[in-house]
Nanobody, 120 residues
Framework: QVQLAESGGGLVQTGGSLKLSCTSSARYFSTYAIGWFRQAPEKEREFVAAISRGGASTNYAESVAGRFTISRDNAKNTVYLQMDSLKPADTAVYYC?????????????WGQGTQVTVSS
């Protein structure tokens, strides 16, 4: 079980940007593909983006493609989610987890997430 912690959320206006971080103390962090997911109020948790172990391959949900960028720095045990051109529909709690590149979460548990609120 890889322990992950999300940070970087906040309140931003439509069109603004935020950068989320997902950090871990896992010794072999670089051996895990990581995904970002989000859950809006009264909605199911959904896939946002995923990145391969080395960072060479990425995958995005259609709703964020072209606006969000996932990256990782394995030396810092961190995966990032740069979110640009934010919309009110992006408002949600954002979570990271070990995942397949297709966006299927693998980790058995979820952290507390980080709240992103986009005002209109």
């Amino acid at each position: 079980q890889v322990q992950l912690a999300e940070s970087g959320g906040g309140l931003v206006q439509t069109g603004g940007s935020l950068k989320l971080s997902c950090t871990s103390s896992a010794r072999y962090f670089s051996t895990y593909a990581i995904g970002w997911f989000r859950q809006a109020p009264e909605k199911e948790r959904e896939f946002v983006a995923a990145i391969s172990r080395g960072g060479a391959s990425t995958n995005y949900a259609e709703s964020v493609a072209g606006r969000f960028t996932i990256s990782r720095d394995n030396a810092k045990n961190t995966v990032y989610l740069q979110m640009d051109s934010l919309k009110p529909a992006d408002t949600a709690v954002y979570y990271c987890n070990t995942a397949s590149l297709r966006g299927i979460p693998v980790g058995g548990s979820w952290g507390q997430g980080t709240q992103v609120t986009v005002s209109s």
